[in-house]
């Protein structure tokens, strides 16, 4: 084994060259100092981290190879490769539209919230009451939404617009009970969105027909759903009132893909009666980032809300009445529901909804309107132009996007000319180019332009443009974001204040730990977060040629290799955009190597039953067939029904999907064997890598028997969480399953996509590629092994007052384990969810309950957390033992104490009235180092069923 | 007059072309809405806005004809705009040292602090109760600055180090009352700090005798001081301790001025024995900006503490007994003490100073030692290099700056040479060159150096370099920094949280306006703080050649002219660094156009009684005699104590000093009439800019009267007030004066100097620049006329229920009024100050209290505050006069009552025992939008008495 941290060199200095820079992040990232280390270590019964990573990691399962590692770059080194980099990229003016635009990210809401930890390193709110802020803000997205669709329920973001409509796509087929097979679409949709839809169609068994909607067959008894994107990916505002009002006469489904700015101008598509509407809250704010992340979004009318994919913020109310937010009927998901989820999201892209709706916030509804009127302007004008030198139209009703048939010249010469001005122009045929203007544009942009259109300079100032859609028949008739947060704050300062007072209401890692088992809460540093901001990167089209990416393509390139080899896989696709979206591509990917072998009957999927809830469900949406495996009550898989199942399915075995270390945080010793037996069935391995920050140079899985793994960026690779998103998902995958990944496939027949965008959400890969390049591989090792000490010094600090669950050989956990409540149930009431609560009155931020076990505490601290951090985190949990014990020996009172009622806002203690069973000291300051705490609830506990009930998800239109 | 401010029209849209861009900062920089607008004026009793300026400002003193103004830029062509000019400036690897170092600003620090609004829009800590975030964090300054000096006292920062020299200088010369008129500086010493010193000495009489310090003649009764660099100018480390025995022997004052960095290694200043110590922090994290800002900073010995200059953060206990930070000692201080002060110093570098603490709480004795062992480590390398191939070493002593004798190349040849590789060394003189390296040194510079040195590449990594510091006499014997906050928060995630906890504890801009009567604490928008961590801006060194800084140089231009045309100047001088350090520029000015006309006598300033405490103060410093005017209860100049004091003084008349509008907050009438009497008798006018932004577009002091002016960019041009600085001051003068500014007689035998870069703190003039194209002239007229309009607001909402003191013409004040709060005193014992402490359980931060009255308010709102806020700061006002009314009634206690006992710390209303004679909620909550209130003072009432008794002023060393 390969001992070589030593816990006394690995900070900085003993072992280094005098020569090197000493501004390493590696001891910046690592919490524990040498000295704590020591102690640690100690306390746990070992005599180093790297004896204890020994008892802890199998053996046999070890990393024994070394791998080529690009050099080790300090932080100013890194920033300037960054930078490198970021030059090698090429800006050029963006009139690409395809659904990414460039804007104007307004510099306090970048400041404010995009490049502010107090708001991306929050984590998705499923503790409200210290997340009021961002459920707050969430809310006003779904507001929004609702608003600019005229529907009367939204959620709080999908991934991206393509997997939106896929999304509604999947709603209209389950709407008909899956007995309707056929989904129209009319051809004038993105052709990402239709790849999008064709892709997660085919596995579903659903038969997308793409036709011009007049063609569309709305009798037809098998059809579930039209879609029609509006404006049409040609920019053209086509006429959808015949098409939807002849689908309502027939029962079927209607689905838009909308744009939000242009709905500022055109009507409402739930006032023109569309069932449901997909799209992207990218040009409010967020930067194209060359693909992404960006806030998806999808809105229906408001009997679809149990039917709705992804989170949905409610309205409530707390125990004492207060109004209250809280994510709203949670049984859709995956988390709850599994192989029967409406869909598979989890991880979405809450930051960028919250910039989107900020933006929204911002401007106000005659602010946008104002952006919106000016891009108008400028496209009719554009359009006056190109008629008057001789062009033709495609469309003379358009929003955005200006569709030119050049006359007596081509569309790459076209476009060619334009690259010289580093404009791109979209070339849609050999004779027509597209235009599409943005808050951004210039009137310099405009004069370069029709001087192109028209051979020779000529006067563009002279064109008189009318707002083309005010006089026609697609104006918008109905009122919009009329609410007071709409039209409060729109000054720098008061949005600056808004934004603060949000923040301030939430905890985040700028506050405490969140040791959230399975979600690796590290930290997300300042240096790596840099290429964010940065227009280099920000300002590149997903679609831009790849010449003017050069930087983004030798990054991944060389991301990819370091991903690929500390994982012991050979090849990578970067398209998923999500954890589970990764599950997707990847089982899709073993499907299409089945196919590819004509195994075409292969479609069983078998998953332990502690799996998480997106592998059930991803594996739904693939086309597979679940089969749930049973563990051991050490939460290892029960090797019996293992057997038992998989020679019962062997023939019609695709894979197995088993997460390791396991969901209950132990390093199961015989996971080659399983993954053996899998393949000796013809079956290939899904490892699900959202554990991987325990492995990182301690256990390959391409090594250990696996063959395909996603990894989510946004934990073990320094990701922000961002309140819930954005993620990033890519898998890495044997060589036989290679040319099977998603864009191997890219412009063949067999084409198919599992995120909008080319590289998925390339803004925030290039976190994680900062992170592997400062860290080093020795240091991405140590992070590791000390994700594995921090959370075996919890352990063994809690051990002597909680029931610890599950450890595995030699006693010890991996990078994370599990408390047992269940003990203290029958005698004081109290459950693993009280502890959470009671948490927040300390200050602290929750860990996972009730997952993978019910009334219990998944524990994972990650590396990043030094020593004083966790006594803090074990003395608060030791703290709230003694106030079970205080129930349990009848000193205080069940129903009445400080645990069963927490949390406890700052208004129940300052209140003149106090009638509890103990003090407001108690309840504030149970440990004197409170006294100076920061973080309170801002609402007492939220009331989940009077919110289900009672459903409030938008904020009702001011009357 | 100008009536161009249409209401309705003044935000976006109306009257713009629809090719304009939208995103002007404008509406976003202004507070209150089209609509608020007709609401307020109708409240005070006026038409429009116009009328109201009308009415407000003399219309004989209107500005009547119109100036040329650049384009006005929206947000985005700001920002290209900015990168273009950023993109001018060259960035060479900086070697030049003289006293500014590049380095490396953790990436922490720099999101969280000096990008965060929530640090940079904080005021001068003087409401200690809502500040106690930055006072621990200037303490922190203060203890790390008497740790690494060895003195025991230090203040929170001075504004570079030249003037912290001259202000040890001019700390020696009053020790001995001015009666020992010869300063002693060793000629191994800065040139700007020698230019500095002289121009500070010339007006006090003192004379400075630059010598070899060996030649120092110590024994004579004339010598108050004796100055040493150490290490000197040149690199080289000197012995100096003969030096200080010597002046010890004869009661001589020392002083050195040394580098924070080189103080980890070498011995501390004050173990060997100087009184005083003086230098600049810019190294520990600040860029060097081209100049600044950066803190410089004094400490000297603990019986210094009532003479030193600056602020000085002391610990005290607050009214329940915890221990609690404030300013101390005030009374050594301009705003007190005017002419008798210490030093006029009243702006200094408070967020300069907070970086560069938090740089070494981040680094820590260990780090930081290990940083300067690898520079010394590198230079010492170089040196043996440069031996190795036959040039020779000016000094074999030395820590980060290698003097080397060139053999067989000029210095001038190799200064090109190392141009070439976009280095910059520094020439000392035909044959020798300066090389002196910083923490960002590559083994790639060496190896270039080494190369350039030999002529011929060669292995720079052969050498190996000994640390001859350590095994010197110099060495460090004392350990340092062994305070806990400087070995704790070593880990990005501590860091992160440090700086939260602590900016979560103080009131800034972003929860609350700050309506600070005479410093206008106007919003600081994101996008005009960009260029400040732009590395363009950041990285160029002040005395890098001027073809590397032409973007810097270019925006410069642009912005005197600006600035001289809406003020009606000629010509400006970007010296002074701080308000205080134009006005002693100014004076200065107007002394030296006396003197060229062989006006050698006039030396008499006249000041109203009510001018800011740093007139009289720098009066004083220009070797001026300042003579007190009296103004009438209304604030105006007394016309006939006025026509005396002139009269009296007109042979010697030099200068007569005047803030308009006064600081009473009134337009003058007669303002110019009193300038034309100056100007009769001989005299110069200069008028404090501090309140400009009244003026800008309605009035130019070149035009009314005035000679020169200084501007508080930290004021009316939007750079933020940091906690207590940066600031900037530079001044405008009418033509006459022009040839004597600062810069003007650069590099002439009458070289002087207000501050040590050559265009004072350039990294935030890009703020002004940037705030004045974002705005336009339009804008920046409207910006006064809506401080105006805001003022006027709040006046006619408070008048009702305060005795409001001194309007002007119509009764209106000018852009900030004054509340007298005498008539409580009588019957209830409240003074201004309790009320300014009862804000704080409002959440708001108070007025300015007793400036320019005693036991008075004033209040300047600021343009940036929307009505909703105004209302808001009005409510809680009327509010506490509600609460005093219940004193006065005798229905809440004289001495026990929600105001005396203001502010309310959390802690206290938690408490379990309540024994005050109101309530909890009265305490806590008085108004209903205050229950969900975020900011809360952390301590009870500081006492200052206590703490000037039991003076604190850093942490004791862990023992
Ligand atoms: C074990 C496991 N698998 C899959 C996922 C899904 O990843 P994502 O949220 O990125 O979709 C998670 C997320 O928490 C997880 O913990
Ligand atoms: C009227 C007036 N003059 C001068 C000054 C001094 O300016 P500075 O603090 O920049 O030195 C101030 C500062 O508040 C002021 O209000
Ligand atoms: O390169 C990509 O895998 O997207």
Not at 133 to 140: I, K, P
Not at 241 to 247: D, E, G, L, V
Not at 822 to 843: H, M, V
Not at 866 to 876: E, G, N, Q, W
Request: aromatic share 8%.
């Amino acid at each position: 084994s390969s001992n070589d941290t030593n816990p006394d060199s690995f900070h900085r200095g003993e072992d280094m060259r005098w020569q090197e820079p000493l501004d390493r992040l590696y001891h910046r990232h690592i919490g524990p100092s040498p000295e704590e280390t020591m102690d640690m270590a100690e306390l746990i019964g070992v005599a180093s981290i790297d004896e204890l990573v020994d008892m802890t990691v199998p053996a046999h399962l070890r990393t024994q190879t070394d791998i080529e590692f690009p050099p080790t770059l300090g932080e100013r080194a890194l920033l300037e490769e960054m930078k490198r980099l970021g030059d090698k990229n090429q800006v050029f003016r963006s009139f690409l539209g395809l659904g990414y635009h460039d804007n104007q990210l307004p510099p306090v809401i970048q400041r404010a919230i995009l490049e502010n930890p107090g708001w991306y390193t929050q984590y998705t709110p499923y503790q409200a009451e210290i997340a009021q802020g961002r459920l707050e803000s969430l809310f006003n997205f779904q507001t929004m939404i609702c608003e600019l669709t005229g529907l009367g329920i939204s959620n709080a973001s999908l991934l991206d617009e393509p997997t939106a409509a896929a999304e509604a796509m999947g709603m209209c087929f389950a709407h008909f009970r899956k007995k309707k097979t056929v989904f129209l679409v009319d051809e004038n949709t993105h052709t990402h969105t239709l790849s999008l839809l064709r892709t997660r169609a085919k596995p579903l068994g659903i038969e997308v027909r793409v036709q011009p909607m007049s063609d569309f067959d709305l009798a037809a008894t098998d059809v579930c759903g039209a879609f029609v994107q509006y404006p049409g990916a040609n920019g053209a505002i086509a006429d959808v009132s015949p098409t939807i009002a002849r689908a309502k006469e027939h029962g079927v489904l209607t689905v838009c893909a909308s744009d939000p700015l242009a709905l500022t101008l055109l009507e409402a598509p739930g006032t023109l009666g569309f069932d449901i509407c997909v799209g992207s809250a990218q040009r409010f704010g967020v930067p194209m980032g060359y693909g992404g992340p960006h806030a998806g979004f999808i809105a229906a009318t408001s009997d679809w809300v149990r039917k709705l994919p992804g989170r949905i913020v409610g309205q409530t109310l707390d125990a004492d009445g207060n109004p209250a937010y809280r994510l709203a009927l949670q049984t859709r998901e995956q988390h709850i529901r599994r192989s029967k989820a409406v869909s598979n999201i989890c991880t979405a892209q809450a930051l960028l909804a919250n910039v989107s709706s900020m933006y929204a916030v911002y401007h106000g509804p005659q602010g946008l309107s104002e952006i919106a009127n000016r891009v108008h302007h400028y496209s009719s004008a554009l359009a006056g132009i190109a008629t008057a030198v001789g062009h033709t139209l495609e469309s003379e009703m358009f929003f955005d996007t200006v569709a030119i048939k050049l006359n007596g010249i081509s569309a790459d010469a076209f476009v060619a000319m334009a690259a010289e001005h580093e404009m791109n122009v979209f070339k849609a045929d050999e004779h027509t180019i597209r235009v599409a203007f943005d808050e951004t544009v210039t009137e310099a942009d405009l004069a370069t332009l029709a001087e192109l259109l028209a051979g020779t300079p000529i006067d563009a100032t002279a064109a008189s443009p009318h707002n083309r859609i005010e006089t026609s028949t697609h104006a918008r008739s109905t009122e919009f974001l009329t609410q007071e947060v709409f039209n409060t704050y729109h000054s720098e300062t008061e949005m600056m204040r808004y934004c603060k007072k949000l923040e301030n209401k939430d905890i985040s890692l700028v506050h405490s730990p969140i040791p959230l088992g399975s979600c690796t809460m590290k930290l997300n540093s300042a240096v790596e977060m840099q290429a964010v901001t940065n227009p280099q990167f920000g300002n590149i089209h997903p679609f831009a040629p790849e010449s003017q990416a050069q930087g983004y393509l030798e990054m991944f390139d060389e991301f990819k290799k370091m991903v690929c080899d500390i994982a012991g896989y050979d090849d990578m696709s970067l398209h998923p955009n999500s954890g589970a979206q990764g599950e997707l591509a990847g089982l899709m990917t073993i499907r299409r190597y089945h196919d590819s072998r004509g195994d075409t009957k292969r479609n069983v999927c078998l998953i332990p039953v502690s799996a998480h809830g997106t592998n059930p469900a991803s594996a739904v949406m693939a086309g597979m067939v679940p089969v749930d495996v049973k563990v051991d009550p050490d939460g290892t898989i029960n090797l019996h029904d293992f057997s038992t199942k998989l020679e019962k399915h062997k023939d019609t075995l695709a894979a197995m999907m088993v997460t390791y270390p396991s969901t209950f945080g132990v390093f199961e010793e015989d996971i080659s064997m399983y993954c053996d037996m899998v393949h000796d069935n013809g079956g290939q391995v899904y490892l699900d890598g959202a554990n991987m920050n325990a492995q990182v140079g301690l256990v390959r899985p391409g090594h250990i028997g696996a063959d395909v793994s996603h990894f989510n960026l946004h934990k073990t690779f320094c990701i922000p969480h961002g309140g819930g998103g954005p993620g990033q998902g890519p898998i890495g995958v044997k060589s036989q399953l290679s040319p099977f990944l998603p864009e191997q496939t890219r412009g063949t027949a067999d084409e198919w996509d599992i995120s909008g965008a080319p590289h998925g959400s390339s803004l925030v890969t290039t976190i994680s590629w900062a992170y592997c390049r400062l860290m080093g591989k020795d240091g991405l090792t140590d992070a590791s092994k000390f994700a594995i000490l921090n959370a075996n010094y919890m352990m063994a600090r809690l051990a002597p007052h909680f029931k610890i669950r599950f450890t595995g050989t030699n006693n010890f956990c991996a990078h994370e384990f599990i408390i047992d409540c269940n003990e203290f149930k029958a005698s004081t009431g109290i459950e693993a969810g009280d502890i959470a609560k009671r948490l927040q009155d300390y200050g602290l931020h929750a860990p996972t309950v009730s997952w993978p076990l019910t009334n219990a505490l998944m524990i994972e601290p990650t590396e990043s957390e030094s020593k004083p951090a966790l006594d803090m985190y074990c003395d608060a949990l030791v703290s709230i033992r003694n106030e079970i014990r205080e129930i349990e020996q009848g000193k205080a009172m069940v129903g009445d104490n400080v645990i069963t009622n927490a949390p406890h806002p700052m208004s129940r203690v300052i209140a003149d009235d106090w009638h509890k069973s103990y003090t407001r000291t108690q309840a504030a300051y149970p440990l004197e180092w409170l006294r100076g705490k920061q973080m309170w609830p801002t609402v007492a506990r939220v009331n989940d069923v009077y919110g289900d009930k009672n459903l409030v998800t938008s904020i009702p239109p001011r009357s």
